[in-house]
């Protein structure tokens, strides 16, 4: 069974939707990416539920909310995620509200793109992703370049969850420090910008 790893909501279960458009992370790479998010948060070296205080997070593709939750579950103020299925949103729901987490989770059923054409009320800090199979390279391409568009602060965080073998996502000009880190065969793709936004970057 899926479980919130660590903070304030630490051994909450989490439901998962049925059926093949889900693909939760594992724990093992859940556990590594929040213990880097922490660092990099600068909240490393304190309690749990505090590591990413003040931190602003979207989940896309969101399936069970796993990633987000536990987000909030370690300090994060808000986090937004965002699926496609309707029965996937109710369940990150049931989640949030058995988690006693509903006043800074927001969940949105939408299109990850039909989503991005919209101007963002206040920048992320981290943004994640977790696209399924059906999104194609393509597709992961254009998403990423909307982020780039204003929903990112100057100096955000991207992370992209996918498969090693399919190799890394193409990137926007504009993230232009990146790096990978493996976890058998699952990978992570990171970046950030290199200097802060400009307008005219964006």
Known sequence: MTRIIAGSARGNPLKVPPGEQTRPTTDRVRE?????LATWAGGSGGAADEQLAGIRFLDLYAGSGAIGLEAASRGAREVVLV???RAAAEIIRR???TAKMVDRVHVRVNDVLAFLAETPAEPFDVIWLDP?????GEQLEEVL???ADGWLVSDGLVIVERANRDGP???PHQLAERWSRRYGETELHYARPSTPLTEEDQ
């Open 145 to 147: 370049a909307r982020l």
């Open 83 to 85: 699926d496609r299925y």
């Open 169 to 171: 996502p193409k990137w």
């Open 132 to 136: 399924p199979y059906a999104v194609s």
């Open 95 to 97: 989640n949030a509200a």
């Open 32 to 36: 590594a990416f929040f213990s880097a």
